[in-house]
């Protein structure tokens, strides 16, 4: 069956930096573009960053530009996201997502997020 699994979240203090995984199964990783997510308490999950399937292309959202990198491996089914210079606004649980369309469908798959607190 599918699975995504996020890893790497935990405690860092502002400033520090976090590398979080996310390793893929039951699927074809390197046909999907692959999406990092993220949610605070009290808040709507928002965009952080994608990936394209070949992982030319790279886009991500302005709150983490200059200081996230989104990058996949598709020998080892995993995308990564690299968080520098973190700010507790970064606070969140953060989800990976894996998405295709086929057929005239959209596959979408979701992963159940590794918690990143910022804080001193």
């Known amino acids: 069956q599918v699975q995504l699994v996020e890893s790497g979240g935990g405690l860092v203090q502002p400033g520090g930096s976090l590398r979080l995984s996310c390793a893929a199964s039951?699927?074809?990783?390197?046909?999907?573009?692959m999406s990092w997510y993220r949610q605070a308490p009290g808040k709507e999950r928002e965009f952080v960053a994608d990936?394209?399937?070949?992982?030319?292309?790279?886009n991500y959202a302005d709150s983490v530009k200059g200081r996230f990198t989104i990058s996949r491996d598709n020998a080892k089914n995993t995308v990564y996201l690299q968080m520098n210079s973190l700010k507790p606004e970064d606070t969140a649980v953060y989800y990976c997502?894996?998405?295709?369309?086929?057929?005239?469908?959209?596959?979408?798959?979701w992963g159940e997020g590794t918690q990143v607190t910022v804080s001193s």
């Open positions: 039951g699927f074809t990783f390197s046909s999907y573009a």
């Open positions: 997502n894996a998405k295709r369309r086929y057929l005239g469908r959209n596959l979408v798959y």
């Open positions: 990936i394209a399937s070949g992982g030319g292309s790279t």
